[in-house]
């Protein structure tokens, strides 16, 4: 459906709308990351080729389990994406990514969801290749069956005997032997999920069988699971995965999963204990001798509209937080566009950082604007008290490294 | 001298004309009884939709985001305006036309629950210079002319402030078409 | 304490409309205090027309976020206002942020909040968070209200071109020997007395 003012615009006001307009297309905190990928934006080097690593050693040792830990909006589905991409470019490991958020409902995942999900994708992959033959094709079909119940749910009649102690008085009476009563077994990927033990090895037949038949086509099997860091709580995040991963290292398939920031500090770092790597996506130093923020902007034609001040400053304020930088970039031009400013100014970029801070303000309690203060003052933070993991998730402290964290900037000019 | 009226012969005195004037501007004002508009608010949002819509497809530079106002309510009277409110000239605020015309206009509106009914309205499209006449401008009176001949309830101003031809009721939108569509197109 | 900024709902829609009908938003409207429907049905008439696309609203407190993350892709392109007009327990809010895959679209989705649901927006719902940014505004009076400054230069106007003053103009009003011409409707509903038009 076509905007109502998507016509050009006249005169003057044609190029500066279409200037604005195409600026604003390229910096979208919201878009996809694929679309963002498929259209040439992304700066692919701005976690110095993370995505590599990851993809390196999936390929490099089938069953081997990563996890990719950063905070929101670091840029975990673009590396994830990435990798995808040069795993298939590569040719030896075929590459599932699975956005499991988008799947199901995540806050009733359970033991077995992540294994339902990827038998789904598996078995369609498999079905849908070339050079199967039709008894291979049957076989592969029931399979499919198998995990699409497992994954969804089956609905079945079934006979059921009448207990043999019933007593009937009537004799004339023919006494039925049993019933067909309807049911239902629910799946590990509907919701609400019931509170039923799970038969993790009830899936393992079908998976072998289906990874038996896509190892005759492909090498090997990565598959990548994006969304997991969304279960905040590691208790949570490891009743979910840790028999997925088990099965899945012992059917050699590599997994690239994300995972909580908590899984860096404090009880959650239980949860790294799972992995055999563990890639921390850290935010991205601002400081002038990194120029990588900077790339990042000019990469999306970020100059057609900012000067080399206003980028500098929009860089300082994200903190380096990749979707903050594409916000806040975004929003100042929406705010000169607004304003009838020709580019944007010092002006439009104080306003939407002043509105970036106050949404990190917002909710904070006075010990914690306290803990905020001696952060700033005396880089003193203590990252084993759960409050403060609290304030890393909440992105209102963004760690740099294991020892280097700061108040994000947009918060500290509001505080 | 003119001869009494016969059968067959239409009447021509002034006083007849005034007559039919007064009947004329009877039935108009029948009708705006009857004209109800959507709410303020809602006529305000579909002015600016239209003007906004109009801008992009002509060359010159306007702003109807910036340039439409309105009043508040004033006893559940609204004023709807764009340009200044007496026309001494071009200025930024006016709707301008690739022919060089101008546009400025105000209506009134009466709120009513959920509607509203017209109480005034001024269209006054100035044509560019050397065109003739100088300006057409569309108003509704709030109340009859005590000589409705001169002065209709609702006219149009041929380019002469002392000159009124009667003129029917028309929704906003219906006028702007007409200014638009009909008037600047065939400049 | 800063504020967010104030913003009536034809910025909103200039806002909507420059960042391109397929822009995916998330913005944050903060009602305003004592506000009824009226301002919501405002906020929809002006995106309604303005971006030529219908709208549809949603309470947060009252929808399954399994039927909402369906029809808001049936369709998916037209403007989706999801209102909670008390704020949300932290499960809702933990649920909604937890469902924000499933809830992503072509078109624009509007949270229509009371204030006290930001706190737990930054708390509960970080991905969200992430997603609106820095576009949290409180819904402020109608765009293109007449400003007193505008509304004294029109009188000023009046004045100097009949030569009348606005007292006269008043109590020739009251007298009922106003002309009855547009000029003078407006004059008066300027000075604040639609009581005598």
């Given at each position: 459906m076509p905007m109502a003012l998507s016509q050009s615009l006249p005169g003057g006001q044609v190029q500066r709308r279409d200037r604005f307009r195409k600026y604003m297309q390229a910096f979208n905190p919201t878009a996809s990351a694929q679309d963002v990928i498929d259209a040439g934006l992304v700066f692919e080097n701005l976690h110095r080729?993370?995505?590599?690593?990851?993809?390196?050693?999936?390929?490099?040792?089938?069953?081997?389990?990563?996890?990719?830990?950063?905070?929101?909006?670091?840029?975990?589905?673009?590396?994830?994406?990435?990798?995808?991409?040069?795993?298939?470019?590569?040719?030896?490991?075929l590459p599932f990514y699975i956005d499991i958020t988008a799947e199901?409902?995540?806050?009733?995942?359970?033991?077995?969801?992540?294994?339902?999900?990827?038998?789904?994708?598996?078995?369609?992959?498999?079905?849908?290749?070339?050079?199967?033959?039709?008894?291979?094709?049957?076989?592969?079909?029931?399979?499919?069956?198998?995990?699409?119940?497992?994954?969804?749910?089956?609905?079945?009649?079934?006979?059921?005997?009448?207990?043999?102690?019933?007593?009937?008085?009537?004799?004339?009476?023919?006494?039925?032997?049993?019933?067909?009563?309807?049911?239902?077994?629910?799946?590990?990927?509907?919701?609400?999920?019931?509170?039923?033990?799970?038969?993790?090895?009830?899936?393992?037949?079908?998976?072998?069988?289906?990874?038996?038949?896509?190892?005759?086509?492909?090498?090997?099997?990565?598959?990548?699971?994006?969304?997991?860091?969304?279960?905040?709580?590691?208790?949570?995040?490891?009743?979910?995965?840790?028999?997925?991963?088990?099965?899945?290292?012992?059917?050699?398939?590599?997994?690239?999963?994300?995972?909580?920031?908590?899984?860096?500090?404090?009880?959650?770092?239980?949860?790294?204990?799972?992995?055999?790597?563990?890639?921390?996506?850290?935010?991205?130093?601002?400081?002038?001798?990194?120029?990588?923020?900077?790339?990042?902007?000019?990469?999306?034609?970020?100059?057609?509209?900012?000067?080399?001040?206003?980028?500098?400053?929009?860089?300082?304020?994200?903190?380096?937080?990749?979707?903050?930088?594409?916000?806040?970039?975004?929003?100042?031009?929406?705010?000169?566009?607004?304003?009838?400013?020709?580019?944007?100014?010092?002006?439009?970029?104080?306003?939407?950082?002043?509105?970036l801070g106050t949404s990190y303000l917002r909710g904070l309690g006075p010990a914690e604007i306290q803990t905020l203060k001696t952060l700033d003052k005396s880089r003193s933070f203590r990252v084993d008290l759960p409050a403060n993991v609290e304030l890393l998730v909440t992105r209102r402290i963004l760690e740099y490294s294991s020892t280097d964290f700061r108040v994000h900037p947009a918060l500290l000019s509001v505080i | 001298m003119v001869s009494a009226p016969r059968e067959g012969r239409p009447s021509v005195t002034l006083e007849d004309a005034k007559k039919r004037a007064h009947s004329l501007d009877m039935e108009i004002h029948a009708r705006i009884g009857g004209f109800?508009?959507?709410?303020?608010?809602?006529?305000?949002?579909?002015?600016?939709?239209?003007?906004?819509?109009?801008?992009?497809?002509?060359?010159?530079?306007?702003?109807?985001?910036?340039?439409?106002?309105?009043?508040?309510?004033?006893?559940?009277?609204?004023?709807i305006t764009m340009g200044p409110t007496i026309d001494r000239g071009d200025t930024e605020e006016h709707f301008h036309f690739d022919t060089g015309a101008r546009l400025s206009f105000g209506l009134t509106l009466q709120e009513e629950g959920s509607k509203s009914r017209l109480l005034s309205f001024r269209y006054q499209y100035n044509l560019p210079?050397?065109?003739?006449?100088?300006?057409?401008?569309?108003?509704?009176?709030?109340?009859?002319?005590?000589?409705?001949?001169?002065?209709?309830?609702?006219?149009?101003?041929?380019?002469?402030?002392?000159?009124?031809?009667?003129?029917?009721?028309?929704?906003?939108?219906?006028?702007?078409?007409?200014?638009?569509?009909?008037?600047?197109?065939?400049? | 304490m800063p504020e967010f900024s104030i913003q009536s709902s034809v910025d909103i829609a200039r806002r909507l409309e420059i960042r391109g009908s397929d822009s995916r938003s998330w913005v944050v409207l903060l009602l305003p205090s004592g506000s009824s429907d009226t301002a919501l049905r405002n906020l929809l008439g002006d995106l309604s027309s303005l971006l030529q696309r219908p709208t549809r609203v949603f309470d947060l407190r009252s929808s399954s976020f399994e039927k909402l993350s369906e029809i808001l892709h049936e369709p998916e392109d037209d403007i989706v206002v999801l209102v909670a007009k008390t704020n949300l327990d932290t499960e809702r809010w933990s649920a909604l942020d937890l469902m924000r895959s499933g809830l992503e679209r072509k078109g624009p989705i509007i949270l229509w909040l009371s204030p006290d649901c930001v706190p737990n927006l930054s708390e509960q719902a970080p991905n969200i968070r992430s997603f609106v940014g820095g576009s949290i505004f409180y819904v402020g009076p109608d765009g293109g209200l007449m400003s007193e400054a505008d509304r004294q230069k029109r009188l000023a106007e009046l004045v100097q071109f009949y030569g009348l003053s606005n007292k006269e103009v008043v109590n020739r009003a009251q007298a009922k020997t106003l002309p009855s011409e547009p000029h003078f409707v407006e004059w008066l509903v300027l000075l604040g007395r639609g009581d005598l038009v």
């Amino acid at each position: 459906m076509p905007m109502a003012l998507s016509q050009s615009l006249p005169g003057g006001q044609v190029q500066r709308r279409d200037r604005f307009r195409k600026y604003m297309q390229a910096f979208n905190p919201t878009a996809s990351a694929q679309d963002v990928i498929d259209a040439g934006l992304v700066f692919e080097n701005l976690h110095r080729s993370l995505y590599l690593n990851l993809a390196g050693r999936a390929d490099l040792e089938p069953g081997s389990q990563q996890l990719l830990v950063g905070g929101v909006g670091s840029g975990k589905t673009t590396e994830l994406l990435l990798a995808a991409r040069w795993l298939r470019q590569q040719g030896n490991a075929l590459p599932f990514y699975i956005d499991i958020t988008a799947e199901t409902d995540l806050s009733a995942l359970n033991s077995g969801s992540l294994l339902a999900s990827f038998g789904i994708h598996l078995a369609s992959w498999v079905l849908r290749s070339a050079g199967l033959s039709k008894e291979n094709e049957q076989e592969i079909k029931k399979l499919y069956t198998k995990v699409k119940e497992y994954a969804y749910g089956k609905t079945e009649r079934v006979w059921v005997p009448y207990d043999d102690a019933v007593d009937f008085d009537d004799d004339d009476y023919e006494i039925p032997e049993g019933y067909y009563d309807t049911r239902k077994t629910p799946g590990k990927l509907k919701v609400p999920l019931p509170r039923l033990l799970r038969d993790i090895q009830s899936i393992r037949e079908p998976l072998e069988k289906l990874l038996g038949a896509a190892w005759e086509i492909q090498k090997d099997i990565v598959v990548i699971f994006d969304g997991l860091d969304r279960l905040l709580a590691p208790d949570k995040f490891l009743a979910v995965v840790h028999q997925d991963l088990r099965l899945l290292r012992g059917l050699k398939v590599s997994v690239l999963a994300t995972g909580p920031i908590a899984a860096l500090y404090g009880v959650g770092r239980s949860i790294a204990d799972h992995f055999d790597r563990v890639q921390h996506l850290a935010a991205i130093a601002t400081d002038s001798a990194s120029s990588f923020l900077q790339t990042v902007l000019e990469k999306r034609g970020g100059f057609e509209l900012l000067s080399r001040h206003e980028t500098d400053s929009v860089c300082h304020f994200s903190g380096g937080v990749l979707r903050d930088l594409i916000s806040l970039a975004r929003d100042s031009a929406e705010e000169a566009y607004i304003s009838e400013h020709d580019s944007i100014g010092p002006s439009d970029v104080e306003k939407v950082v002043q509105q970036l801070g106050t949404s990190y303000l917002r909710g904070l309690g006075p010990a914690e604007i306290q803990t905020l203060k001696t952060l700033d003052k005396s880089r003193s933070f203590r990252v084993d008290l759960p409050a403060n993991v609290e304030l890393l998730v909440t992105r209102r402290i963004l760690e740099y490294s294991s020892t280097d964290f700061r108040v994000h900037p947009a918060l500290l000019s509001v505080i | 001298m003119v001869s009494a009226p016969r059968e067959g012969r239409p009447s021509v005195t002034l006083e007849d004309a005034k007559k039919r004037a007064h009947s004329l501007d009877m039935e108009i004002h029948a009708r705006i009884g009857g004209f109800s508009l959507e709410s303020p608010h809602k006529v305000v949002s579909a002015v600016r939709a239209y003007l906004i819509r109009r801008a992009g497809e002509i060359s010159v530079e306007n702003n109807p985001w910036k340039f439409l106002k309105f009043s508040g309510s004033s006893e559940g009277a609204w004023l709807i305006t764009m340009g200044p409110t007496i026309d001494r000239g071009d200025t930024e605020e006016h709707f301008h036309f690739d022919t060089g015309a101008r546009l400025s206009f105000g209506l009134t509106l009466q709120e009513e629950g959920s509607k509203s009914r017209l109480l005034s309205f001024r269209y006054q499209y100035n044509l560019p210079d050397g065109k003739s006449p100088r300006f057409l401008r569309f108003d509704l009176n709030r109340s009859a002319h005590a000589d409705p001949l001169q002065e209709p309830l609702c006219h149009l101003h041929p380019g002469l402030e002392e000159a009124r031809l009667p003129f029917f009721i028309h929704s906003p939108l219906e006028i702007l078409d007409r200014i638009f569509f009909v008037i600047d197109k065939n400049l | 304490m800063p504020e967010f900024s104030i913003q009536s709902s034809v910025d909103i829609a200039r806002r909507l409309e420059i960042r391109g009908s397929d822009s995916r938003s998330w913005v944050v409207l903060l009602l305003p205090s004592g506000s009824s429907d009226t301002a919501l049905r405002n906020l929809l008439g002006d995106l309604s027309s303005l971006l030529q696309r219908p709208t549809r609203v949603f309470d947060l407190r009252s929808s399954s976020f399994e039927k909402l993350s369906e029809i808001l892709h049936e369709p998916e392109d037209d403007i989706v206002v999801l209102v909670a007009k008390t704020n949300l327990d932290t499960e809702r809010w933990s649920a909604l942020d937890l469902m924000r895959s499933g809830l992503e679209r072509k078109g624009p989705i509007i949270l229509w909040l009371s204030p006290d649901c930001v706190p737990n927006l930054s708390e509960q719902a970080p991905n969200i968070r992430s997603f609106v940014g820095g576009s949290i505004f409180y819904v402020g009076p109608d765009g293109g209200l007449m400003s007193e400054a505008d509304r004294q230069k029109r009188l000023a106007e009046l004045v100097q071109f009949y030569g009348l003053s606005n007292k006269e103009v008043v109590n020739r009003a009251q007298a009922k020997t106003l002309p009855s011409e547009p000029h003078f409707v407006e004059w008066l509903v300027l000075l604040g007395r639609g009581d005598l038009v």
